[in-house]
């Protein structure tokens, strides 16, 4: 099983800032990892798949890059809805597994 | 666009079996997607639990496989869980969710969740 481990585990920004969060694979996964932002009381949602790829509808400010074992979602200029939870994913082998999660918290 | 829905008891009682359904509408279950389970605890991360394919082909997590059944009903678009012998720890909110061909196989949508509690 690959095991993602995402870092950190709280992330304490101001709106406006920019957001860097880290997802490492135990072995390499390629580009076959997705980010997803969870809202409290909500579903997750994809934001980038294939490392690198802004799924449909999602803000330009949220950017992906990484292969192999490292990764990194960006997030250029916090809004007020940025503010949740986000996990990174792999599907280069079952078991499917996602990272721990990175919350996003107001400073 | 595709809608999920989950539905099924929100009790379940310790050694009982978990039995959720999820409603696909806005396309069809036999399209080139897998079906997917996720589950979330109260407060933690999410755990992939198992898909299938309209043709009935499934994958588990190794995990919970000895406990998990996914299948699938095509004449009303929709598939369902399974989950034998539960425990307190099976208690979590649990998803179903579309690896869309569109979106290169990722999870994309999920339904909005139902949250099962396992108690006596």
């Known amino acids: 099983e690959i095991v993602l481990t995402q870092s950190p585990a709280t992330l304490s920004l101001s709106p406006g800032e920019r957001a860097t969060l880290s997802c490492r694979a135990s072995q390499s996964v390629s580009n076959y990892l997705a980010w997803y932002q969870q809202r409290p009381g909500q579903a997750p949602r994809l934001l980038i798949y294939?490392?690198?790829y802004r799924a449909p509808g999602i803000p330009a400010r949220f950017s992906g890059s990484g292969s192999g074992t490292d990764f990194t979602l960006t997030i250029s200029s916090l809004e007020p809805e940025d503010f949740a939870v986000y996990y990174c994913q792999h599907r280069i082998s079952w078991p499917l597994t996602f990272g721990g999660g990175t919350k996003v918290e107001i400073k | 666009q595709v809608q999920l829905q989950e539905s099924g008891p929100g009790l379940v009682k310790p050694s009982g079996t978990l039995s959720l359904t999820c409603d696909v509408s806005?396309?069809?279950?036999?399209?080139?997607?897998?079906w997917s389970w996720v589950r979330q605890p109260p407060g933690k991360g999410l755990e992939w639990i198992g898909e299938?394919?309209?043709?009935?082909?499934?994958n588990y997590n190794p995990s919970l496989k000895s406990r998990v059944t996914v299948s699938v009903d095509k004449s009303k678009n929709q598939f369902s869980l399974k989950l034998s012998s539960v425990t307190a720890a099976d208690t979590a909110v649990y998803y179903c969710?579309?690896?869309?061909?569109?979106?290169?196989?990722?999870?994309?949508?999920w339904g909005q969740g139902t949250l099962v509690t396992v108690s006596s």
């Open positions: 299938i394919y309209h043709s009935g082909s499934t």
């Open positions: 294939d490392a690198s």
């Open positions: 969710a579309r690896r869309s061909q569109l979106v290169a196989s990722w999870f994309d949508p």
């Open positions: 806005g396309g069809s279950i036999s399209s080139t997607d897998w």
